[in-house]
């Protein structure tokens, strides 16, 4: 393998363990396999809603505060805001069938449930407003933040999965805070076999300058000025579960390892973050309103069985949360092949998870932008990507410094793209996914056209990031494995399959700081090699591989074949009903079955419309 040898950093990024039972820091994955991913993962299986006991699910409140009825096209804002206002905490507002058209932004500051009737019932129409969860007065995201801010020195405990940190003042802290863990970006740090991972400056600039203002903290404010590089781009929120003195004990514990050299804080707000609010049960027409449901500062909070159509940015936009919950639901019609119509986009936020949804023309499906650790992105099927324009879009995407320690796992999705255009990622690990790689040519300036046809897309700056057990490709599109570290094309046109012309068809494309595969002055030799790849059947080669040359020189290559069913489900999900467990994988017959939310769109979507209830209940 060329490049460094990655061999050197094992003093400071865990040995890869590759045999026994478990994943390490992955209880639920209980089946015994090898799996190379382990120190490059966390405990996958507590992302999402816990319950005030530790376990996961999503609360399920029976008690009704209101009952709200529809209003047509009589903006029903000031009447819901009223209910909202006073329904007490752990119980309903709900929205009976019909329509509701909203003027202005609802806010949701306590825990409580909005719910309708189902998506096929009840209806918000978004006519110049948006519906916010967030405990900030005046909420509406980043525009309106919490008060009194601290951020103070973090002095010690800086191992990767400690629990345990030490603060230089606690005077401010109480149990049950949440908190951001963050350290100066390590971009231009020189140690002997440290690979830095974080950098600021994508290819449109750098964060905090200009175009890309505001990607991670500076002193007490939650992003720059604008006026100089976003200095803290490596964020995890964790909860404060006890206070010793200087010691603080922390949940999750730390998912990577952090540098005394690096200046580490602990940076933290007065105002408690909302928890336990939920919507569900209906559906939202956004009239391209960004963030048709925007969730800020928010803990332990859930969307469910929504649909969400006309979706500009943010069908679902989260902010500054934790254990977020996106699931069972349907995300339908971006406003216009444009850079930011995104169905679920995820900021400064950790432990989330999006799981078991569908996407349907959208420009990109799933986006973490700034600071997204910990998160899982489950079974989702991702279909008809920007339907208007010839480019692949992202079904999958990393967007902004710095997304790691995340889990992509049992998607079916046309590509996953982490990119550079505002800053680097690592550590994602990418598990039984089907990714086609693949969009049918459209019009497009008289011909047609199919262009960007690539599975998987890794920019320069995206590091250690780990391929396993997925299928790759499209039969009779995809004709070369890998356009990396010389100049090459990566380009797909015309009308594939079945005639027209045809570029090589890459099954990845590693390490180019742009989109211009011939541009090598800034190429990142990083990439490919602290990328793991293992048990990956692909369409170019025709082959399952299990190549020991595809496993970095810093692990072991695995004893057996075995691939565990899941890295962050202990068993088959009774929402996967008759479904195959697993889908897919080189495991599976036929490589890849249909997910429940692909079932679902193909039996109930097209024939008539979105019912979660008849999905998958």
């Not at 004893?559 to 009774?574: C, F, I, M, Q, V």
Request: with cysteine; hydrophobic share 35%; charged share 15%.
């Amino acid at each position: 393998m060329s490049g460094p040898d990655l061999r050197h950093g094992r003093s400071l990024w865990a040995t890869f363990l590759l045999t026994g039972a478990l994943v390490a820091g992955c209880r639920a994955a209980s089946a015994p396999a090898s799996i190379p991913v382990a120190s490059r993962s966390v405990d996958w299986s507590r992302a999402g809603v816990l319950l005030p006991d530790g376990t996961r699910g999503i609360p399920n409140p029976t008690t009704v505060c209101a009952a709200v009825a529809p209003a047509g096209t009589t903006d029903v804002q000031p009447s819901l805001q009223a209910a909202i206002d006073a329904c007490p905490s752990g119980q309903v507002v709900m929205l009976s069938a019909g329509t509701y058209t909203l003027q202005g932004s609802l806010t949701v500051d306590h825990a409580i449930v909005l719910r309708g009737a189902g998506p096929r019932s009840t209806t918000i129409v978004e006519n110049g407003g948006n519906i916010i969860f967030s405990s900030v007065p005046g909420a509406g995201g980043l525009g309106s933040e919490p008060y009194p801010r601290h951020a103070v020195d973090w002095t010690g405990g800086y191992a990767q999965g400690t629990s345990s940190i030490t603060l230089s003042d606690t005077s401010a802290l109480k149990v049950g805070q949440g908190v951001v863990l963050d350290q100066l970006n390590d971009t231009g740090l020189s140690l002997p076999g440290y690979v830095p991972i974080v950098n600021e400056t994508g290819s449109e600039g750098t964060n905090g300058i200009g175009l890309n203002d505001g990607a991670s903290r500076d002193g007490l404010e939650f992003e720059t000025d604008g006026t100089h590089a976003a200095p803290r781009g490596l964020q995890q929120l964790v909860r404060v579960t006890a206070i010793s003195g200087s010691s603080v004990s922390i949940d999750p514990p730390l998912y990577y390892p952090h540098l005394a050299i690096l200046s580490p804080q602990a940076f933290f707000w007065d105002t408690p973050d909302l928890e336990y609010a939920g919507i569900e049960d209906l559906r939202i027409d956004a009239q391209y309103t960004d963030g048709a449901v925007t969730l800020s500062f928010c803990r332990n909070c859930w969307a469910r069985r929504l649909e969400i159509d006309h979706v500009a940015r943010g069908g679902v936009w989260a902010l500054y949360t934790s254990h977020l919950e996106v699931r069972d639901s349907y995300f339908y019609l971006a406003e216009a092949a444009g850079p930011t119509n995104y169905g679920v986009e995820i900021d400064n936020s950790s432990a989330a998870l999006v799981e078991n949804s569908i996407f349907d023309s959208l420009t990109a499906s799933v986006l973490f932008g700034c600071s997204v650790s910990g998160t899982v992105v489950g079974y989702n099927y991702v279909v008809n990507p920007a339907p208007a324009s010839s480019w692949l879009f992202p079904g999958l995407s990393a967007h902004c410094a710095h997304s790691y320690m995340d889990l992509w796992e049992g998607n079916t999705a046309p590509d996953m793209i982490l990119d550079v255009i505002h800053g680097s990622s690592s550590h994602t690990t990418a598990f039984r996914n089907r990714l086609t790689g693949f969009k049918p040519a459209v019009p497009y300036q008289g011909s047609l056209w199919s262009n960007n046809n690539i599975p998987v897309v890794m920019q320069a700056w995206n590091r250690f990031h780990s391929v396993v057990g997925s299928v790759l490709g499209t039969e009779g599109v995809h004709t070369s494995y890998e356009c990396s570290r010389t100049s090459c094309d990566s380009s797909v046109t015309g009308p594939l399959p079945g005639g027209g012309s045809g570029g090589v068809g890459p099954i990845y494309v590693l390490g180019y700081f742009t989109q211009d595969t011939t541009a090598l002055a800034s190429y990142d030799v990083l990439v490919p090699d602290s990328l793991l790849r293992w048990g990956n059947h692909d369409y170019a080669t025709g082959t399952t591989r299990w190549d020991a040359s595809e496993i970095p020189a810093d692990a072991t290559v695995p004893a057996t074949h075995d691939l565990a069913p899941s890295l962050y489900l202990g068993e088959k999900p009774a929402w996967f009903g008759s479904a195959a467990w697993p889908p897919i994988g080189p495991d599976v017959a036929g490589y890849a079955t249909p997910s429940p939310a692909q079932l679902c769109y193909e039996g109930h979507v097209v024939a008539g419309g979105f019912d979660p209830v008849a999905c998958y209940y």
